[in-house]
């Protein structure tokens, strides 16, 4: 039978691509990966060690998953659940913990320690405090699956019912022993400010989190907060002088043989390295923004591993990132420094060009040939005049066009929500005659 170790070792070995649910996979079934160590493939994974002296969980995955999570973890091992590590705090690496505590205590066992880095805590309070946009940003990041995963529920909640707390929380790094297992956890930046990643000795097992992820590293989301690509690739090379035999990431398969892992690891590192070099080396000569964006590229080649695919994120967001981070918010554009208001630029443009309609129709002939000016063009339409039925079928028609033709699920999820916007307005004004 071919293993989940098998499967990567193909795709690195041959630089194969079959497309992002070949590589990202949530079958919710257990697989073992080697003796002691099995993973559950959800959103995201469940990493379980038995140390014989009960498990160690690193996350949890999302609320609704968590029956089948467990399910398969009992099909694997009868010990209890010694203790969670939450890689960090994002709910789909959060969200079943609670499923993890009920079990224990339906079972008669000792509840988890729950293990995570300082900043999950705060990030839970940021997360009550920003409910309405967290759950608004992941209905447009994931279309339909974010409003059954990630939106939670029907009544107006983010993430789980209940946040189970980390019972102990660390810094920069901590050593736990369980059974026969060592976990050294790190703390480093990257995906996120409360990350961590552990080094299992007794097994040459790092276990990364969303360090790696079998995607283009999500560092530059562009509806989340600050992410860390300079600090990524320097975990991912601090991850890389480990003689590790078995890489265990949160989302993708895991990686067997220490010259993959390293082939993985470094690639991972040089791609967010080259995207920080040349978006400093720009900012240093006193770049603009907008040219920036224009001129940074990751070297194609990297771009075709099947492990850096833009799938999620992807590099030019990234770009945004690294200059939010070393930068201020000013774009080196002086007319954006105070702008006007969007509408009144929209209004302004279409009375020169004969009209919203013209407008929309010219942002409609370019939809192919320039893609970004057909956006910008249809939008300036819209906001010029928003209650006209052909301006919103020709927005529709060049956001659905443009979202069919990105690659990254936050590229197509924003233009197809502006595409599904403009879809029902047209209906609702065509219906009101
Ligand atoms: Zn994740």
Same mark, same amino acid.
């Given at each position: 039978?071919?293993?989940?170790?098998?499967?990567?070792?193909?795709?690195?070995?041959?630089?194969?691509?079959?497309?992002?649910?070949?590589?990202? %996979?949530?079958?919710?079934?257990?697989?073992?990966?080697?003796?002691?160590?099995?993973?559950?493939?959800?959103?995201?994974?469940?990493?379980?060690?038995?140390?014989?002296?009960?498990?160690?969980?690193?996350?949890?995955?999302?609320?609704?998953?968590? #029956?089948?999570?467990?399910?398969?973890?009992?099909?694997?091992?009868?010990?209890?659940?010694?203790?969670?590590?939450?890689?960090?705090?994002?709910?789909?690496?959060?969200?079943?913990? %609670?499923?993890?505590?009920?079990?224990?205590?339906?079972?008669?066992?000792?509840?988890?320690?729950?293990?995570?880095?300082?900043?999950?805590?705060?990030?839970? $309070? %940021?997360? #009550?405090?920003?409910?309405?946009?967290?759950?608004?940003?992941?209905?447009?990041?994931?279309?339909?699956?974010?409003?059954?995963?990630?939106?939670?529920?029907?009544?107006?909640?983010?993430?789980?019912?209940?946040?189970?707390?980390?019972?102990?929380?660390?810094? $920069?790094?901590?050593?736990?022993?369980?059974?026969?297992?060592?976990?050294?956890?790190?703390?480093?930046?990257?995906?996120?400010?409360?990350?961590?990643?552990?080094?299992?000795?007794?097994?040459?097992?790092?276990?990364?989190? $969303?360090?790696?992820?079998?995607?283009?590293?999500?560092?530059?989301?562009?509806?989340?907060?600050?992410?860390?690509?300079?600090?990524?690739?320097?975990?991912?090379?601090?991850?890389?002088?480990?003689?590790?035999?078995?890489?265990?990431?949160?989302?993708?398969?895991?990686?067997?043989?220490?010259?993959?892992? #390293?082939?993985?690891?470094?690639?991972?590192?040089?791609?967010?390295?080259?995207?920080?070099?040349?978006?400093?080396?720009?900012?240093?000569?006193?770049?603009?923004?907008?040219?920036?964006?224009?001129?940074?590229?990751?070297?194609?080649?990297?771009?075709?591993?099947?492990?850096?695919?833009?799938?999620?994120?992807?590099?030019?967001?990234?770009?945004?990132?690294?200059?939010?981070?070393?930068?201020?918010?000013?774009?080196?554009?002086?007319?954006?420094?105070?702008?006007?208001?969007?509408?009144?630029?929209?209004?302004?443009?279409?009375?020169?060009?004969?009209?919203?309609?013209?407008?929309?129709?010219?942002?409609?002939?370019?939809?192919?040939?320039?893609?970004?000016?057909?956006?910008?063009?249809? #939008?300036?339409?819209?906001?010029?005049?928003?209650?006209?039925?052909?301006?919103?079928?020709?927005?529709?028609?060049?956001?659905?066009?443009?979202?069919?033709?990105?690659?990254?699920?936050?590229?197509?999820?924003?233009?197809?929500?502006?595409?599904?916007?403009?879809?029902?307005?047209?209906?609702?004004?065509?219906?009101?005659?």
């Amino acid at each position: 039978m071919k293993t989940l170790l098998d499967l990567s070792a193909r795709f690195i070995d041959e630089n194969l691509y079959e497309g992002p649910f070949s590589v990202n %996979r949530v079958s919710m079934q257990l697989a073992p990966i080697t003796e002691g160590i099995a993973m559950v493939e959800a959103f995201s994974h469940v990493v379980v060690f038995d140390t014989g002296d009960g498990l160690v969980a690193f996350d949890t995955s999302l609320e609704p998953m968590n #029956q089948g999570i467990l399910r398969g973890i009992r099909t694997w091992s009868d010990a209890p659940v010694h203790t969670v590590a939450y890689t960090h705090g994002h709910i789909d690496h959060i969200g079943g913990a %609670r499923a993890f505590v009920d079990e224990a205590r339906s079972r008669g066992d000792r509840d988890p320690r729950f293990i995570g880095h300082r900043g999950v805590i705060a990030r839970f $309070d %940021r997360y #009550q405090s920003t409910n309405g946009y967290n759950r608004i940003i992941n209905e447009r990041q994931f279309s339909t699956l974010g409003k059954v995963l990630l939106g939670g529920s029907l009544d107006g909640r983010f993430g789980p019912k209940d946040w189970v707390r980390p019972d102990v929380t660390f810094d $920069d790094r901590m050593s736990v022993r369980v059974g026969e297992l060592t976990f050294h956890l790190f703390h480093d930046r990257g995906e996120t400010d409360d990350h961590l990643w552990a080094w299992v000795p007794e097994k040459k097992a790092l276990v990364v989190g $969303d360090f790696v992820t079998w995607v283009f590293p999500n560092a530059g989301n562009p509806q989340k907060v600050q992410r860390y690509p300079g600090e990524w690739a320097r975990a991912l090379r601090t991850m890389a002088s480990y003689p590790a035999e078995l890489l265990l990431p949160a989302h993708g398969l895991p990686v067997g043989g220490a010259d993959r892992i #390293q082939r993985v690891l470094g690639d991972l590192a040089t791609a967010l390295e080259s995207l920080v070099e040349q978006t400093l080396a720009r900012m240093n000569e006193g770049m603009p923004l907008n040219q920036i964006l224009m001129e940074v590229k990751v070297p194609e080649e990297l771009m075709e591993r099947p492990y850096l695919r833009p799938a999620y994120d992807e590099p030019e967001f990234v770009v945004r990132n690294i200059w939010r981070l070393y930068g201020g918010w000013y774009d080196g554009n002086p007319a954006h420094l105070k702008p006007p208001s969007d509408s009144s630029v929209a209004k302004e443009l279409a009375s020169l060009c004969g009209g919203a309609v013209a407008l929309a129709e010219r942002a409609v002939a370019l939809r192919d040939s320039d893609p970004r000016l057909a956006c910008e063009l249809a #939008q300036m339409a819209f906001l010029a005049t928003p209650d006209d039925a052909a301006v919103h079928a020709a927005r529709a028609e060049v956001f659905r066009a443009r979202r069919d033709s990105e690659l990254s699920l936050m590229a197509k999820g924003i233009f197809g929500t502006a595409a599904s916007e403009s879809e029902a307005r047209k209906k609702a004004l065509e219906a009101e005659g």
